[in-house]
């Protein structure tokens, strides 16, 4: 009973905010085409594939909320400033927007939320941390699981999905410099990184908080202002 009731407040929580958003940037909210509405069963079964895929047995009753919300929703997030789209029912089918397939979890507990491309040859990627090893790489153990990390790179390689092991490995190569760097996937693949993964949010009901109250998802504060998107 007491589990039931942390997921129903986190679940309500989260629809609050959802319609806060809907309500205060309804330019965020682009039509899904072909538009299909889903059964709970079918979100329910989503839910699964994307637990699963993060190699968990269950999720943080906050992601899970906030997963639910999204499935649910008609409609794909979008920021034009920065060319970004998050919609979970891509994530729960493992395929891009063309259609072709895409990794969008880590069997370690990392969930890419979304993909922007501020710029011809850039991506930028939203991460949930659900299981906290992103912390432990980067720094803020306090924060645990659940929060949302924002990291630019170029589009040599695709990125999305990478493990926390191999983000890991990509911190061992870096120096302190705030310029392009190149670094190295497994099999020597190269890409480079201009920022690392750096935390944006606690959690994703701050992270949808801050879109609502400044228009735009949170990375502008450290993103240098030749390379922001035009908001």
């Not at 710029?119 to 306090?142: C, H, K, M, N, P």
């Not at 990184?193 to 879109?211: D, E, H, N, S």
Request: charged share 25%.
């Amino acid at each position: 009973v007491m589990l039931s009731a942390i997921v129903d407040a986190s679940l309500f929580e989260a629809i609050q905010q959802f319609d806060t958003l809907k309500e205060e940037i309804p330019t965020a909210l682009k039509e899904r085409v072909p538009a299909e509405s889903l059964h709970m069963s079918e979100i329910a079964d989503m839910l699964k594939s994307i637990t699963l895929g993060l190699g968990l047995k269950e999720l943080p009753s906050e992601v899970a909320a906030w997963l639910k919300v999204l499935l649910d929703c008609p409609q794909v997030l979008r920021d034009e400033a920065e060319n970004l789209s998050i919609d979970a029912r891509l994530i729960a089918s493992r395929k891009r927007f063309s259609g072709t397939k895409q990794e969008w979890t880590s069997a370690d507990g990392l969930l890419y939320l979304g993909v922007g491309s501020p710029g011809e040859d850039d991506r930028t990627f939203y991460i949930v941390d659900v299981s906290g090893q992103l912390a432990e790489t980067f720094g803020a153990e306090a924060v645990g699981g659940g929060g949302v990390w924002f990291a630019w790179a170029n589009d040599e390689q695709n990125i999305c999905g990478i493990s926390a092991e191999t983000w890991r490995s990509i911190r061992d190569q870096l120096s302190n410099s705030r310029s392009w760097e190149a670094v190295l996937l497994p099999g020597n693949r190269a890409f480079r990184l201009l920022q690392k993964p750096r935390l944006v949010a606690p959690g994703l009901t701050k992270f949808f908080a801050y879109w609502c109250e400044t228009g735009r998802p949170p990375y502008d504060a450290f993103v240098p202002h030749c390379l922001r998107g035009n908001s």
